[in-house]
């Protein structure tokens, strides 16, 4: 019993590690930016909102991944419960997937050449070929790994509030408010930053139990929230003390670069996007080999190779397709993430008691407001 109990910690661990790592994108340095309209209490709550939300998703994911066999996929899922929507899933998964990995393998190289002077780091191939390597090794293995990338993630993040918190007259209690008028639409763009739930299929390796499963998910949830808040606030106090408007990344580094009083500053920020990419990286090609597993049974090495090799055929042979497909991504997370499951999920739940999930019935309504109000924002940029 004791050994089980020890197996349980350390597997909750390992996947505690798998979402604070696919969760924690390059695009939090951004998060700030985003948030900067709005005041301290409405930015907690906005980034609370969407944490419970995303808990509240992987829930109905917990529930369908204990429903069937422990190595099913959403393909499993859909083709039990939804089978006329196997084939647009397979697809939406596909793109959604590939084009980000695509994107990912184009940005890596740029962190780390200014700073580490191996020639191998300059090519997407070579990062393409250590994810292959990476998802040819065991379950335990890949856990390790991400663990070290995540510990040196937030190393990283540490350093640079070390710099920041360095410099004179730091917090201002004014909130800058210089961003634009307040746009609920960035609650979106929020539900991403808590987005890995389609990793959730494939942790069931680690021989969790769907409580064990749930505890991780609930420390993740809000491991990642506190991150968010005190990185928002420390970077928003920061801003308080522009005389200028701050609305894109490039500033914000001018900014940081000017006022920290350390050119030094800039290594932190580029080691850590560098970490931050690397993990989702890592984080969503597990879920996506094992959704691959699932529809197609093959061997790991021919899994491996389809989850690996197409985001860099995308990235040098498409003509930069992968960059429109990206556009779509937000609709693709949501009809992904949220709404698809928790149709599912509805479906299931009135299979099995005759009754409605309100829980599921709830979700997916708002992922169809989540979804209209997308479409909305992409026409008017059409």
């Known amino acids: 019993m004791n050994k089980w109990l020890a197996q349980q910690n350390h597997a909750w661990l390992t996947v505690f590690f798998l979402i604070l790592g696919t969760s924690i994108g390059a695009g939090m340095m951004t998060l700030p930016l985003l948030l900067q309209p709005f005041g301290f209490f409405s930015m907690l709550g906005l980034i609370g909102g969407a944490a419970i939300v995303m808990y509240l998703v992987s829930f109905i994911w917990i529930s369908l991944c204990y429903h069937f066999e422990p190595d099913s996929n959403l393909s499993t899922y859909v083709k039990n419960l939804a089978p006329h929507l196997l084939y647009p899933t397979h697809v939406a998964y596909l793109i959604f997937f590939w084009s980000l990995i695509a994107y990912y393998l184009s940005v890596l190289p740029t962190f780390l050449v200014p700073y580490v002077s191996v020639a191998c780091l300059e090519y997407p191939v070579f990062y393409c070929f250590v994810l292959w390597l990476y998802l040819l090794i065991s379950p335990k293995k890949q856990g390790l790994l991400n663990e070290i990338a995540v510990f040196f993630m937030l190393g990283c993040l540490a350093w640079i509030g070390f710099l920041l918190t360095s410099g004179k007259g730091l917090f201002e209690t004014a909130w800058p408010?210089?961003?634009?008028a307040q746009s609920w639409d960035v609650f979106v763009p929020l539900l991403m930053f808590f987005g890995y739930h389609l990793?959730?299929?494939?942790f069931r390796v680690y021989g969790l139990s769907a409580a064990s499963l749930k505890k991780a998910t609930f420390f993740s949830a809000f491991g990642i929230f506190m991150i968010y808040s005190i990185w928002s606030w420390l970077l928003l106090s920061f801003i308080a003390q522009s005389q200028s408007p701050i609305l894109s990344q490039n500033d914000l580094i001018h900014y940081l670069l000017a006022t920290a009083q350390n050119k030094d500053i800039l290594r932190p920020i580029a080691f850590f996007s560098f970490y931050a990419t690397w993990t989702s990286c890592l984080?969503?090609?597990?879920?996506?080999?094992?959704?691959?597993?699932?529809?197609?049974q093959g061997s790991t090495l021919l899994i491996a190779f389809i989850t690996a090799m197409p985001p860099l055929i995308l990235l040098y042979w498409s003509g930069g397709v992968y960059q429109s497909l990206l556009g779509l991504a937000s609709l693709l997370a949501l009809y992904l993430l949220i709404l698809l499951p928790s149709m599912l999920h509805f479906l299931l739940h009135f299979q099995k008691f005759r009754k409605i999930s309100f829980l599921s019935l709830t979700l997916i309504i708002l992922a169809l407001f989540f979804i209209v109000s997308e479409m909305g924002i992409l026409f008017k940029y059409l």
Do not use: T
């Open 199 to 202: 990793s959730i299929p494939s």
């Open 283 to 296: 984080g969503l090609s597990m879920g996506a080999s094992a959704y691959l597993k699932d529809c197609m």
């Open 177 to 180: 408010s210089k961003g634009g």
